[in-house]
């Protein structure tokens, strides 16, 4: 049994040739024709000399052009790096280097940075440039559409492994990304459907995904995030296994979030957390559009804070809401299903941890109900970071003879089994000897009705040692009373916990993804004067 990317592909479009893969705008393709396409870009590349084993960059955006080459990259038993599109030169160069490309697909709007970054990667050897609708001129490579032309259509790439290498470079919020190395078939169980999420259940072999599909009609999932981050890849993959069809966007919109769910009827939408989730519940609430199609909503990959959950359940309280807890390093690690909370609470996430997911506390040894720990996982593991043996030894531990990866997230256990995630050891506050958690603080400010978005670190203080301050977004045309916002969170969270610094942005700046940006919020509080915040203690 091979469990590789490319083979679990290759089984559904020897199932569902005829049905339609993936939906971008106006643009449609048939698994049949997606698969001819990336057999002819994967003809092409191999002639270039890219071989088993090698690592090829995708500098893109959302497209279908965009699938065909992470399909190309596979067939080939190659690796494909996901390149960030908002890099700049210096970021890309790293990138490049660190990932030791050997061929780039891009946009062929990033020409001019790709064009003043590659005589600084001489193991970039091919560049295939993608139509994006652009008109600036190419820095030399060869466009999608010659390298089609001039590869063979036929499947005949001999027999694949298990063993071959998935690449994904993390969103680098709080320093340079790292490159985490997985085997096909351990990132297939445990972020590909090939183990059921819901059961903990292993698939019997490779065919078993796609045979689920065969008499039934394809479910349409909307994959919201950009294929640059881990979350789209495997919604879309996942999703390309079993035989369904595929929505991407070009841009994120909330209101064209709607139009395309109408346009396509789509039954499953993935997105990220509440930079994604708010606007989109809030487009819903205006009425404008119909949303009937919908019958699963996951987010996953950020924080999906309890007052936006509580939206979801009162304006779509047929559908199915879950939050699932994951990372680049653990993959799946546990499912909450959004269920109503009482007015006014605050809650952390919460979710029944996955079959080999626990907490372990500082001895190593799994923490009782109601202790705090680090969050691990056993079983399908990811073999560590690309040349980075050092964080390799920390992210990856073995005790009594079981490896676990560790990465970074507190957790604490509760009396009925469940998991409360408390967030990354990296990120929490202590100020005072009592320990902080940000996205906790982040709920609290959000539930006020005038702000839509909020950020929470923690700066260093004389008397402390830390203090916790926040960043935060109004709604249009709201003015904030601090003082208000004070009283607001008092209510709700403990006094040490309320942030004794507020900056007002016009936007919090978040990565591509949706996750929360540290070092911007940390320059933006260096560089500017915090508001006036009284407080009684």
Request: glycine fraction near 10%; charge should be negative.
């Amino acid at each position: 049994m091979a469990a590789n990317i490319a083979d679990l592909f290759e089984h559904a479009v020897d199932a569902f040739e005829d049905r339609t893969a993936v939906c971008f705008g106006d643009q449609a393709i048939s698994y049949a024709r997606l698969e001819e396409r990336a057999n002819r870009l994967a003809h092409f590349l191999h002639d270039r000399g890219v071989v088993p084993g090698d690592h090829v960059g995708l500098y893109a955006g959302n497209s279908i052009e965009a699938v065909v080459a992470m399909i190309a990259v596979y067939k080939l038993r190659a690796a494909v790096v996901n390149v960030n599109y908002r890099y700049v030169e210096n970021e890309l160069q790293f990138l490049f280097d660190d990932a030791s490309l050997v061929a780039l697909i891009h946009d062929r709007r990033f020409a001019g940075r790709v064009a003043a970054v590659l005589p600084t990667v001489p193991s970039v050897h091919s560049v295939v440039v993608l139509p994006d609708g652009s008109d600036v001129s190419p820095a030399g490579g060869v466009s999608y559409e010659e390298a089609l032309a001039a590869g063979d259509p036929v499947r005949d790439f001999g027999e694949r492994s298990a063993d071959d290498i998935y690449l994904l470079y993390t969103g680098g919020t709080t320093g340079y990304p790292k490159g985490v190395l997985w085997r096909h078939e351990d990132v297939w169980r445990t972020l590909g459907g090939g183990v059921d999420f819901m059961t903990g259940v292993p698939l019997e072999d490779e065919w078993q995904q796609s045979a689920r599909g065969v008499g039934a009609d394809p479910l349409v999932r909307l994959c919201l995030a950009p294929l640059i981050h881990g979350n789209a890849q495997w919604a879309a993959l996942m999703a390309l296994f079993a035989g369904d069809t595929v929505v991407m966007l070009p841009h994120f919109d909330a209101d064209e979030v709607w139009r395309a769910i109408d346009r396509h009827r789509v039954n499953v939408m993935v997105l990220i957390g509440d930079a994604m989730a708010r606007p989109i519940i809030e487009a819903y609430a205006t009425g404008r559009h119909d949303g009937s199609s919908i019958g699963a909503i996951n987010s996953s990959g950020a924080l999906f804070s309890p007052v936006v959950k509580q939206q979801y359940m009162e304006l779509l309280p047929n559908v199915l809401v879950t939050d699932a807890v994951g990372a680049s390093e653990t993959g799946f690690t546990g499912l909450g299903v959004v269920a109503d909370v009482p007015g006014g609470a605050v809650q952390d996430p919460r979710v029944m941890p996955g079959p080999t997911t626990v907490v372990l506390g500082d001895d190593g040894r799994p923490v009782g109900p109601g202790e705090v720990g680090r969050l691990a996982k056993s079983g399908y593991l990811p073999l560590g970071y690309y040349k980075d043996p050092v964080k390799t030894a920390q992210l990856l531990t073995e005790i009594d003879g079981v490896r676990y990866v560790l990465p970074g997230d507190l957790a604490r256990l509760e009396d009925d089994g469940t998991i409360t995630l408390l967030g990354r050891g990296s990120t929490c506050v202590n100020t005072g000897g009592e320990k902080v958690f940000p996205e906790e603080v982040e709920g609290a400010l959000k539930m006020h009705p005038d702000i839509f978005d909020a950020l929470v670190i923690g700066l260093p203080d004389d008397r402390l040692g830390q203090r916790v301050a926040a960043l935060v977004q109004s709604r249009p045309g709201a003015k904030l009373d601090l003082a208000a916002v004070e009283e607001h969170l008092r209510e709700r969270i403990a006094g040490y916990k309320v942030p004794r610094a507020i900056w007002l942005v016009d936007e919090i700046h978040r990565t591509i993804s949706g996750k929360a940006d540290y070092r911007w919020a940390h320059q933006h509080a260096a560089e500017h004067p915090a508001e006036e915040v009284t407080h009684a203690d």
